[in-house]
C-alpha cells in the first residue's frame, strides 16, 4: 500500500487514495475470490492495473505461480518493484494485451483459473480470459454494479468461447454498503483458434 501510494504521486495507478480506503476496495476486496484461487496451481490476473487482484492474492498463496497481465509497460513496471520489494517467487508480469498472449502456446489454455477486476463488459472480457484456462478450470469476473444486462448479453459468448455460467454469487464488503458480484464461468470446452480475434476486436464487436 505505501509503495503504491507513493508511486501514484508520479504515475496514476489509482483514484483511491485514502489508506482506509485503499485497505477495504483493493485489498479486501481483491481477497473476496480467494476460495477460487486456493490450492491453485496457475492463476492469471487479466487487466491486473495497479496489482488487483493479483497481488494479494499472492500475498495469502505464496506457493501458486500468478501471471499477472496488462497492456501498460509503466504498470507493469511498478508490480516488478512490488515483486521485487516483497520477494516474491513464482510470479510473472507480462506487458502484453490479453488477445497477443493467447495465442502462444505457453500461455493458451494453461491456468486453472483466470481472475480479472473491472475491465470490460463480460461479453468482451471473457474473451480476454476463457482462452487462456484449461478445460475444467474457472473464470472469476468481478463486477460492481448491475450486471443483469451484461449477463444476458454474454450469453452465445460465454457457448462460444468453451464456457459454462456457473454462479454468481453476491457479497457485501464488510463495515460498509459496497456490493459486488462474482461472476464464475467453468470451462467445459477447448476454446476455437480463431479466439481471441485480433486485438481490439473483442471490444469493438463483442460476441453478442
Known amino acids: 500500500m505505501n509503495l503504491l ?3 501514484n504521486e508520479k504515475m496514476n495507478l489509482t483514484a483511491i487514495t485514502d489508506e482506509n480506503d485503499i485497505i477495504l476496495k483493493h485489498f479486501i476486496d481483491s481477497i473476496t475470490i480467494n476460495k477460487y484461487v486456493k490450492d491453485k496451481k ?17 500475498i495469502i498463496n505464496q506457493e501458486t505461480k500468478f501471471i499477472l497481465v496488462d497492456s501498460l509497460q509503466k504498470r507493469i513496471g511498478f508490480l516488478q518493484e512490488v515483486c521485487e520489494k516483497l520477494e516474491f517467487n513464482n510470479i510473472e508480469c507480462i506487458h502484453s494485451r490479453a488477445e497477443d ?15 480479472s477486476r473491472a475491465v470490460a463488459r463480460l461479453a468482451t472480457l471473457l474473451e480476454y480470459m476463457i ?5 475444467g478450470g474457472k473464470c472469476i469476473c468481478m463486477k460492481a454494479k448491475d450486471i443483469s444486462e451484461e449477463l444476458e448479453e454474454s450469453k452465445k459468448a460465454i457457448e462460444e468461447l468453451g464456457g459454462k455460467l456457473e454462479n454468481v454469487e453476491q457479497i457485501q464488503l464488510p463495515d460498509s454498503d459496497i456490493m459486488r458480484n462474482i ?16 486485438a481490439g476486436k473483442p471490444l469493438k464487436q463483442p460476441i453478442i
Open 5 to 7: 501510494l507513493e508511486t
Open 42 to 58: 496457475c492463476v492469471m490476473d487479466i487487466g491486473t492495473g495497479a496489482g488487483f487482484p493479483g497481488i494479494p492474492l499472492k
Open 101 to 115: 498472449l493467447a495465442v502462444k502456446k505457453e500461455y493458451r489454455e494453461n491456468c486453472d483459473v483466470c481472475v
Open 131 to 135: 482462452p487462456f484456462v484449461k478445460v
Open 183 to 198: 461472476i464464475v464461468i467453468n470451462k467445459i470446452k477447448n476454446t476455437p483458434e480463431k479466439y481471441p480475434r485480433k
